[in-house]
């Protein structure tokens, strides 16, 4: 089956994965390529794409990979393939090397390791993004099925795992209460106050409660609009399950909404 360079080229910077497009620009004489033929190149080699194989192909890739590691963004070549690659043919091959560098991950902080989070977090590592998982108690993090995408930080407060956050993390509540979600939203609205999602798990009246005393504690009506809460879509029941694809379906609304 043909591979589509530009959805693999999408699909492997969403892996979080740098990469160089290798491209047959024009050609001259006896040649084994194509004018148009393209290769995708990562770390661990190619992807997928054809130039033509032989001499001419391995220079290519050999190049690619080292012009991963480099700085220019692009690099032209032509080749006589008697004097420059050793091949019996006398023509020449151009080449265009673009390097396409991988998107920054989506990042979500989980503060709470408990039942909604155990049931949220399988769902989280289906989609393209980067998750830490913050509490105090070693044997709810321990639960948690190993995957690439997730890391498990034990703390001796909750909320000093607001260190983890950037900017641009999007930011879930989920702990044993109102006197833990406290501290976490506290610090987190000091340390960032661009954050692009700050969700809590509650009822209205929770939220009402959070916002006041945020209110005492000095933070403007301003700073606190971003607070969602309740947390998740008004859809499902109150199964730790259902619950848990409310909150990725509210996620990923907004982190769409963001994107755009």
């Not at 740098?18 to 047959?24: A, H, I, P, Q, Y």
């Not at 000093?160 to 976490?184: A, E, N």
């Not at 999602?197 to 301003?222: D, M, N, Q, Y």
Request: hydrophobic share 40%; proline share 6%; aromatic share 4%.
């Amino acid at each position: 089956m043909l591979i589509d360079p530009w959805e693999q080229i999408v699909s492997l910077r969403r892996q979080g994965l740098d990469l160089v497009v290798v491209t047959l620009t024009a050609a001259r004489g006896s040649v084994p390529g194509q004018v148009g033929a393209k290769a995708v190149i990562t770390q661990q080699g190619r992807a997928s794409g054809n130039l033509g194989g032989g001499k001419v192909e391995a220079k290519a890739l050999a190049l690619a990979h080292d012009f991963l590691h480099g700085d220019s963004p692009c690099l032209t070549v032509t080749w006589n393939l008697q004097r420059d690659v050793g091949m019996t043919c006398g023509g020449e091959m151009s080449f265009l090397f673009e390097k396409i560098t991988a998107e920054a991950p989506w990042h979500i902080a989980l503060f709470g390791a408990g039942h909604v989070a155990q049931a949220l977090v399988p769902v989280l590592t289906t989609l393209s993004c980067r998750i830490d998982v913050v509490d105090t108690r070693a044997d709810w993090l321990e639960r948690f099925s190993p995957s690439p995408k997730l890391t498990c930080h034990q703390v001796e407060s909750i909320a000093d795992g607001v260190k983890l956050l950037t900017p641009s993390t999007y930011v879930l509540c989920i702990t044993q209460g109102h006197s833990s979600d406290l501290p976490v939203l506290e610090k987190a609205l000091r340390h960032h106050s661009s954050l692009p999602f700050l969700g809590v798990i509650g009822s209205p009246a929770k939220r009402a409660t959070l916002l006041r005393e945020l209110r005492e504690k000095g933070f403007e009506p301003h700073e606190l609009e971003k607070i969602i809460c309740p947390l998740g879509l008004p859809i499902g029941g109150n199964d730790p399950a259902e619950i848990a694809v409310s909150i990725a379906a509210q996620l990923l609304g907004c982190h769409d909404a963001t994107n755009r």
